[in-house]
């Protein structure tokens, strides 16, 4: 009887640290620099989700059936589109809340190497334009002041280049 009652008391225990986690909002990002981005941009309480595990290659990137519903249920989404992230991009599709492409309104360069005569949609290596996905990512949040002070620390980056 008593094992039970232990047994019941650990579930129960663990039952509820996983539903607190749940009942908090979530911002899902499409890959480590989005995610990055927004750790630094929300403020406590929030959590962020990156959909591409350490060491995969994001553009190559297949949906779980939990990858899917954390971006149905996500405060927003973050993605590059143009079909950096296709799975990503039919998912946003599917989903009825906020989602932000930060490759809309970007001006792609051409891309050199195994992308010659493509445009290169690798935007976050550059540390103006990544200071610019930044501030986007701030104004979709509203969190402007904690954007525009790592968007200050890129700007900062890229002069001591």
């Given amino acids: 009887m008593r094992a039970a009652f232990v047994l019941f008391l650990a579930l129960f225990v663990a039952g509820c640290g996983a539903s607190s986690k749940a009942d908090r909002p979530s911002v899902v990002a499409g890959f480590y620099p989005l995610a990055w981005a927004a750790e630094r941009i929300v403020g406590p309480g929030v959590d962020v989700v990156n959909l591409t595990p350490a060491g995969a290659e994001p553009h190559d990137l297949e949906l779980t059936p939990s990858d899917v519903e954390a971006i149905d249920h996500a ?87």
């Fill in 75 to 161: 405060r927003l989404v973050l993605y590059l589109g143009n079909g950096f992230q296709p799975a990503v991009e039919k998912a946003v599709e599917d989903r009825s809340g906020p989602s932000l492409d930060l490759l809309g309104g970007q001006q792609l360069a051409p891309g050199a190497g195994e992308q010659q005569g493509e445009l290169d949609p690798h935007i976050w290596l550059d540390p103006v334009r990544f200071a610019r996905i930044v501030v986007a990512i701030g104004a979709a949040l509203h969190r402007e002041p904690a954007a525009e002070a790592v968007a200050g620390r890129l700007r900062r980056l890229d002069m001591e280049y």
